[in-house]
């Protein structure tokens, strides 16, 4: 990593004990778009806020939440652009893993490996660490599960998460209605109604500036359309 | 120079196997035999020679069966990353590029002959890929030891438009003619029918060859055995079981 001329780590200690670039990392991804995850007795949900810088950006072109394995999906807070490089090296470690062991590869050891390549970059030279947190929302044979990891390789296993702007109001606001025998459905109803909740939207919410992922017991990811988004949000209402 | 001294090229390897594929209308027909040569033995009666490259794109390999597996398989991994990175269904030429390409680099010595064959939006495609890398396009392909009987049918009886059924009928009978009249081709025919949105693989489509001598009750023995002396020794008198005295096993 670097050139002979960076060989030395650009994250390094303060006398405090922390690691600066690691916190400014967090700052970075505490001022992105919010979102969040809920997990359900069947299933688990993972949405965020689209908000484009103008009205003339196509919002059919931009795509948060993106498909890792056909069972594990992901969306982030942060810088997008980070967040596409990672997305990309954890593809090639699912795919390497599945020609490696003939298995899919289970949604631990992916987290795992994308934690493994987010430290990475808080320890070799002449890089700087991810400003991204990932949420990553999987279905396998230990059941749904949902994984955030932070630009400092940590990652946690949760049972609601968010990420972004407003992520104390949109904790307090799950952690109110979070229940363990929560299904799906529910889970996708109190995600809209967080998001609703918490976000000043300059028009209305709707399907064009939120998008949502799910994944079920059928093991399949699939981001959720404009039109399927709308048909909840009416429920909601 | 090398030849000079004694060094043998090697030659295109006609193995063991019989493979076929033809475009129908709107639709693509792959064939295979099942049998699995080592030299003059059979390996395996009923193997899969129909490999999965994408959910619309298949490919029969012949050949080392090893190097079929491997190339199939490394290549099905890169489609299915690129398919993730642009969110587009896979293309036959796309498959074709990256099979060319890997077996070129090795220069003939990844031994897989293969006819790969898939629809996907710009229509039904089918290619025969040699083990140094050159490829053809082809309405109706044969590869394998057994290539030239089941090119015999073919050529007698294709033609172009073909339907679905007749499409299978074709096939299964240019793979008949291999598996009857090549030593190492045999076994039973799999097909794999590859229409626009929807794969369809018939493993062991027919089954030509069973085995005929199983006896449906079962085999029993005419004669039962006679017992003509019992001892019993019970092993506990021939061992002393001694405690040695503090731990039994240090962990």
């Known amino acids: ?237 | 120079m090398l030849t000079k001294k004694g060094l043998k090229p090697p030659g295109y390897l006609k193995t063991g196997t019989t493979i076929v594929g033809v475009v129908c209308k709107d639709c693509v027909v792959l064939g295979a035999d099942t049998r699995a040569t080592a030299g003059s033995i059979v390996a395996d009666k009923n193997c899969e020679k129909i490999h999965n490259m994408a959910p619309n794109i298949l490919c029969c390999g012949a050949g080392t069966a090893a190097d079929t597996e491997a190339v199939t398989d490394n290549i099905s991994s890169q489609l299915k990353l690129h398919r993730y990175h642009t969110g587009r269904e896979s293309r036959v030429v796309t498959a074709l590029t990256l099979l060319k390409s890997h077996l070129f680099r090795y220069q003939g010595h990844v031994s897989a002959a293969l006819v790969l064959g898939g629809v996907d939006v710009t229509g039904p495609h089918l290619h025969t890929i040699y083990p140094h890398g050159s490829t053809d396009t082809l309405p109706f392909a044969t590869m394998g030891s057994g290539s030239l009987a089941a090119m015999a049918i073919f050529e007698s009886e294709y033609r172009e438009g073909l339907t679905r059924d007749e499409g299978v009928n074709l096939v299964t009978k240019a793979i008949c003619s291999g598996i009857f009249n090549d030593l190492g081709s045999g076994s039973n025919v799999d097909i794999c029918v590859i229409e626009k949105g929807k794969t369809e693989y018939l493993r062991n489509h027919l089954t030509p060859n069973p085995r005929t001598y199983i006896s449906s009750k079962g085999y029993t023995f005419s004669k039962k055995t006679e017992v003509l002396h019992t001892k019993i020794t019970p092993l506990k008198e021939l061992v002393d079981v001694v405690q040695v005295g503090g731990d039994a096993m240090e962990e």
């Open chain 1, 1 to 237: 990593m670097g050139d002979s001329q960076y060989s030395f780590s650009l994250t390094t200690f303060s006398p405090s004990g922390k690691l600066v670039q690691i916190e400014h990392a967090l700052t970075a991804v505490g001022s992105g778009q919010t979102s969040l995850g809920i997990k359900a007795s069947n299933g688990v949900v993972i949405a965020t806020e689209k908000k484009l810088p103008s009205i003339l950006v196509d919002e059919t072109s931009v795509q948060k939440i993106q498909i890792l394995t056909p069972n594990i999906g992901v969306v982030y807070s942060g810088m997008g652009p980070d967040s596409r490089v990672l997305v990309r090296k954890s593809r090639k470690q699912a795919e390497q893993y599945n020609l490696l062991y003939k298995e899919a590869i289970p949604v631990t050891q992916l987290v795992r490996e994308t934690a493994a390549v987010m430290q990475e970059f808080t320890q070799s030279g002449g890089v700087r660490p991810f400003g991204v947190s990932l949420l990553v929302a999987g279905y396998d044979d230990k059941g749904p599960q949902l994984y955030q990891v932070d630009p400092s390789g940590s990652y946690f296993s949760w049972k609601a998460s968010a990420m972004g702007k407003n992520v104390s109001n949109a904790k307090m606001f799950l952690e109110k209605r979070y229940t363990d025998d929560m299904e799906l459905e529910d889970a996708i109803h109190t995600a809209i109604l967080t998001l609703k909740g918490l976000l000043v939207f300059e028009g209305q919410i709707s399907g064009k500036n939120i998008e949502i992922g799910v994944i079920e017991a059928d093991r399949t990811f699939r981001v959720l359309t404009a039109a399927q988004i709308e048909d909840y949000l009416q429920e909601v209402e």
